[in-house]
């Protein structure tokens, strides 16, 4: 037991999900996308990055699927690409965000 708690110290990722808003080669459009997002929900934290070809534009930090559902739907009427994302997430943003 004690040399799986010292594992789960170690790590400071843990498997959760966020909202992908766009998936792009296109930097303007993802631009486009931030700022459109940042316009509507100005006090959501937004992540950006690029895996060369692609842009990702991610949002929120959900330790289970169904917790971000309604938003996600919510969210279809203005970001019709959104889907939900799969990834190993900061432990301390699930903390923030739960």
């Known amino acids: 037991m004690e040399k799986y708690l010292e594992i789960n110290r170690a790590n400071d990722k843990a498997l959760a999900w966020r909202i992908q808003l766009i998936t ?6 993802m631009e486009a996308t931030r700022s459109k997002f940042y316009a509507i929900y100005p006090d959501i934290r937004l992540n950006w990055k690029h895996e060369s070809p692609y842009y990702h534009v991610q949002i929120g ?11 996600l739907m919510s969210l279809k009427e203005e970001f019709p690409n959104a889907i939900p994302v799969l990834e190993r997430i900061p432990k301390k943003e699930l903390l923030n965000n739960s």
Not at 24 to 29: E, G, I, M, S, V
Not at 61 to 71: C, G, S, T, W
Request: aromatic share 18%.
């Open 24 to 29: 792009t080669n296109d930097r303007r459009k």
């Open 61 to 71: 930090a959900y330790r289970r699927k169904i917790d971000l559902q309604y938003f």
